[in-house]
């Protein structure tokens, strides 16, 4: 089985300061993982994914995310958060083998900018 | 490229009566797609796999005879919610896989549907 935590919630940072949010992974094989944003009543924009090549995965926005097989992580961070940054972040596990390639969706982390 | 929409965006129904989500890629075709369901503050969670010309395959606990799926073509599923309760209200989401590719999944913009 595979499963996801994402170990905050809600998360507060101040325009121009760093961003991070933190994800850990279940899997019983290799992994994909992603990142997704959402803003308020919109569909789901993919940030970035990893998918067995390089561990530092530069995505989109200004975002990267580092995976670390020995943690079991998969944070997503951003040097200098913008307001356009608020809005709900998805870490994401999917694994062919054992999941069928069914994607399956961390509880989701509220990002609020303030300025 | 690799565009999902959905129609329609919002739609609000009497309890008791049948709505149709439409799920459609534009520019790929999707021999898979997806429904997921949102409630608010909460994440997403798969409903069912579509594959065209085959019948979904529903994940445990959500029953088929409600949530009936379409997927007649390479670029259009469908959602029917029949038989609407006030529970039903929800944020339903689709996805769909290219032919090609084993993991990218491309979502809709999702469909908030509520029942009075």
């Known amino acids: 089985a595979q499963s996801v935590t994402q170990l905050d919630s809600h998360v507060s940072v101040s325009e121009g300061t760093p961003v991070l949010l933190r994800c850990n992974y279940s899997?019983?094989?290799?992994?994909?993982l992603f990142w997704y944003v959402q803003h308020p009543n919109k569909g789901l924009q993919l940030l970035l994914k990893y998918t067995s090549a390089a561990t530092l995965v530069k995505g989109i926005n200004g975002f990267e995310a580092e995976f670390k097989k020995s943690e079991t992580s998969f944070h997503l961070t951003k040097p200098s958060a913008h307001m356009s940054d608020a809005a709900e972040y998805f870490c994401?596990?999917?694994?062919?083998?054992?999941?069928?390639?069914?994607?399956?969706f961390g509880g989701g982390t509220r990002v609020l900018v303030k300025p | 490229g690799a565009v999902v929409s959905q129609h329609p965006s919002w739609v609000i129904c009497k309890s008791g009566t049948s709505v149709k989500i439409e799920c459609r890629s534009l520019d790929f075709q999707a021999t898979t797609m997806f429904w997921y369901r949102q409630f608010p503050k909460q994440s997403l969670m798969l409903m069912a796999t579509?594959?065209?010309?085959?019948?979904?395959?529903?994940e445990q606990g959500v029953e088929k005879d409600k949530f009936l799926i379409n997927h007649a073509s390479l670029t259009l599923s469908t959602l029917t919610v029949t038989s609407a309760h006030p529970e039903d209200s929800s944020f339903y989401i689709c996805?769909?896989?290219?032919?090609?590719?084993?993991?990218?999944?491309?979502f809709g913009p999702g469909t908030r549907l509520l029942v009075l």
């Open positions: 996805s769909a896989r290219p032919g090609t590719a084993q993991e990218t999944q491309y």
């Open positions: 899997s019983s094989y290799s992994p994909s």
């Open positions: 994401v596990v999917s694994d062919l083998r054992a999941a069928g390639n069914k994607l399956t």
């Open positions: 579509s594959n065209e010309g085959s019948k979904a395959t529903y």
